[in-house]
Nanobody, 127 residues
Framework: QLQLVESGGGLVQPGGSLRLSCAAS????????IGWFRQAPGKEREGVSC????????NFADSVKGRFTTSRDSAKNTVYLQVNSLKPEDTAIYFC????????????????????WGQGTQVTVSS
């Protein structure tokens, strides 16, 4: 069964940090760009970050630039989203998604069709 599973969410105070993980089972992430998305209550889902299959190209939404980073570990078949300097407006369910790309340095548009999605992990930023 092809599956993406997110973990690492939780309750954190403003200014805090978390590391979110996106682990794959049933397939290797090496050939996929991995995107992170989030959806807050009452809001549309938004793209947060992307890392190309090679790991050499990353994109971030303006709202998280300088605070979030993303990386991948092929040996663990896992992609990470490090979220720092968290703000209450970062509160959302965070999802990872995988997209096959023709070129290893490509990140698809957040609005493209992504092939696989995880179930999400809740991040709550509150004092």
């Amino acid at each position: 069964q092809l599956q993406l599973v997110e973990s690492g969410g939780g309750l954190v105070q403003p200014g805090g940090s978390l590391r979110l993980s996106c682990a794959a089972s049933g397939f290797t992430l090496d050939y996929y760009a991995i995107g992170w998305f989030r959806q807050a209550p009452g809001k549309e889902r938004e793209g947060v970050s992307c890392i190309s299959s090679s790991g050499g190209n990353t994109n971030f939404a303006d709202s998280v630039k300088g605070r979030f980073t993303t990386s991948r570990d092929s040996a663990k078949n896992t992609v990470y989203l490090q979220v720092n300097s968290l703000k209450p407006e970062d509160t959302a369910i965070y999802f990872c998604a995988a997209a096959a790309t023709l070129h290893s340095s490509t990140c698809p548009s957040f609005y493209a069709t992504w092939d696989y999605w995880g179930q999400g992990t809740q991040v709550t930023v509150s004092s």
